[in-house]
């Protein structure tokens, strides 16, 4: 059987950055947001001052200092044993967060080969079979199956394949590999 490919997104699919923002906003601003105070909302809007979350994103340690998902860690490893697996992240917006990203991805995900990942400013000149990400602009240009990652800024959109948490995506793709 050929194996089949995955392009993985970083940001709210395999790196909490929701935990993160709501972490870094309290010890810089001393506002607790709450998790539900952020849902259906676009990125940034749920805190009182979203420019204020949009600067964490270009200070250094924020990206190398993220949660990981719960989950992710263990379901990444088992996908990599079956399936062609790549971390795909558009990361030159944020041109500093490239080697806190790749640093981040050693440490949390070695067995990733540094020749699976890919940083890159428009997804969609990725070529997989599934595509899993958090925002529909990037699975919308997927040539493969997209499978949107729930995060709190989508939860009120529509799409044909979605997964709450690395369980789901797991078994989505193991009942979709063939």
Not at 40 to 48: I, L
């Amino acid at each position: 059987m050929i194996r089949k490919s995955i392009a993985i997104d970083m940001d709210n699919v395999i790196a909490d950055i929701e935990s993160q923002a709501i972490s870094w906003y309290y010890e810089k601003y001393g506002v607790l947001v709450k998790k539900e105070g952020l849902h259906g909302k676009p990125e940034g809007e749920g805190f009182p001052e979203k420019e204020r979350v949009r600067q964490f994103l270009y200070t250094p340690g924020f990206f190398r200092h993220t949660p990981v998902m719960e989950g992710a860690q263990e379901a990444v490893e088992k996908l990599s044993g079956d399936f062609d697996v790549f971390i795909v992240s558009a990361a030159m917006e944020f041109p500093q967060s490239l080697p806190e990203k790749y640093e981040w991805l050693n440490e949390h995900f070695p067995f990733i080969s540094w020749r699976n990942i890919i940083f890159c400013g428009d997804k969609s000149v990725v070529d997989t079979d599934f595509m899993i990400d958090d925002h529909l602009k990037n699975l919308n240009y997927c040539k493969g199956r997209g499978i949107l990652y729930t995060a709190c800024h989508n939860v009120t959109l529509d799409y044909e394949v979605r997964v709450n948490d690395w369980e789901q995506a797991l078994k989505y793709l193991y009942n979709n590999q063939s």
